[in-house]
Nanobody, 125 residues
Framework: QAQLVESGGDLVQPGGSLRLSCAAS????????IGWFRQAPGKEREGISC????????YYADSVKGRFTISRDNAKNTIYLQMNNLRPEDTGVYYC??????????????????WGQGTQVTVSS
């Protein structure tokens, strides 16, 4: 069974950058759209970005547009989330997950097929 493992979270100062990785153990990237989600303390989980199964389309929530970039490395079977100009409100646990259905739902937490353990991102001075 294919699995996704997130990594790369850390403590970073405001304005800093991080790159999160989402490594797959199977061919899940060839079957499903993959979304990045985050959950801030005391808040609901939200979708912030996704990449279509074809790898040709990407989507971003307004809160991260222009600062975050999602990409896919087929050779390494890994999806990345490059996060620049980080803000304290970006703090949270970040998850990558496969989503069911079309790309319309690829940042919808209710369309997620399964969650991993996540990786913690803390933006603080």
């Amino acid at each position: 069974q294919a699995q996704l493992v997130e990594s790369g979270g850390d403590l970073v100062q405001p304005g800093g950058s991080l790159r999160l990785s989402c490594a797959a153990s199977g061919n899940i990237f060839d079957v499903y759209n993959i979304g990045w989600f985050r959950q801030a303390p005391g808040k609901e989980r939200e979708g912030i970005s996704c990449i279509a199964v074809s790898g040709g389309s990407t989507y971003y929530a307004d809160s991260v547009k222009g600062r975050f970039t999602i990409s896919r490395d087929n050779a390494k079977n890994t999806i990345y989330l490059q996060m620049n100009n980080l803000r304290p409100e970006d703090t949270g646990v970040y998850y990558c997950a496969p989503t069911f259905g079309s790309t319309v739902y690829c940042t919808d937490p209710t369309a997620v097929l399964g969650w991993g353990q996540g990786t913690q991102v803390t933006v603080s001075s």
